[in-house]
């Protein structure tokens, strides 16, 4: 009998050792459930911050029309501090150095119209006067809308969108523009002294004949908390299987049955002659 219970106890303990998890799927499965947890925490930052950059830009569009900022400023000017804050500005437009800019609006696809706004003091700012569908993309149709005289532009101060659109690339040489690129298209217009943004004319420049103007669109996707919910909730789950296979047993209660007497394992474990074996079930 004392054979079969060493045979028992070794068989017992193979099954415990087959039953463990090896040491490299356990350190991946903490790690994981780490970054997880991290990932969640780092979406309820972004969150936090998205939150903040959308109330400051509600400020800035709402806020009274401010003249843009000076030249000796233009070095500092950036996304962070100026990007759409409403903005005037006085010059002359120069029509003959106009840049049309492919778009997509909601009123079609058609092109962006840049104008040179010659100032005063003899610099230039870009103005994105509206949008004009492909039927009057030549100057020509809209004469009536091309002002000669000084003009005062009121509108949303744009950063610059360096080396084209998605996916499309700029083509100076062949006059094909996907993004507002201030510095290329001032080089290929022969412009001195420019802007190192542009101003996305509001619907009240807008002038009879002329591009639509106001239709910048300000828009700032919020997912965040959603993406925080989907990595706490895929934390948990690694938890839970985490749970099952390293702390299950601890709540598993040992119940134990009572085999008549002259069962298959009556050998194994007797008290009397005619004592049935105690059996333990999980």
Do not use: C
């Amino acid at each position: 009998m004392s054979g079969i219970r060493t045979v028992t106890s070794e068989a017992k303990d193979v099954r415990r050792k087959a039953a463990r998890p090896r040491l490299w799927l356990t350190v991946l499965s903490l790690t994981a459930f780490v970054a997880l947890i991290a990932l969640g925490i780092w979406q309820i930052e972004r969150r936090a911050w998205k939150l903040a950059l959308i109330d400051r830009v509600e400020q800035r569009v709402h806020a009274p029309a401010q003249p843009i900022p000076s030249p000796a400023a233009w070095p500092t000017v950036s996304t962070a501090s100026d990007e759409y804050r409403h903005v005037s500005v006085t010059g002359r437009f120069l029509h003959d150095r106009e840049t049309l800019v492919q778009a997509v609006t909601e009123e079609g696809p058609g092109y962006w119209v840049l104008t040179p706004l010659q100032r005063g003091d003899g610099t230039s700012v870009l103005i994105n006067r509206g949008f004009v569908p492909s039927e009057r993309r030549d100057p020509s149709a809209r004469q009536d809308g091309n002002p000669d005289g000084q003009v005062e532009i009121t509108g949303l101060l744009r950063i610059t969108e360096p080396k084209g659109g998605f996916l499309r690339n700029n083509v100076p040489q062949h006059n094909r523009w996907y993004s507002r690129d201030v510095a290329a298209i001032a080089a290929a217009r022969g412009l001195q002294n420019v802007a190192p943004f542009f101003v996305d004319a509001d619907a009240g420049s807008q002038m009879g004949g002329g591009p639509i103007g106001g239709l910048t669109v300000v828009r700032f996707p919020n997912n965040h908390l959603i993406y925080a919910l989907t990595w706490f909730a895929l934390a948990f789950m690694l938890a839970g299987r985490l749970f099952v296979t390293f702390g299950g047993g601890l709540f598993r209660r040992k119940r134990f049955v009572h085999e008549p007497a002259g069962g298959p394992s009556a050998t194994a474990r007797r008290t009397g002659s005619d004592a049935g074996e105690i059996v333990e079930q999980t």
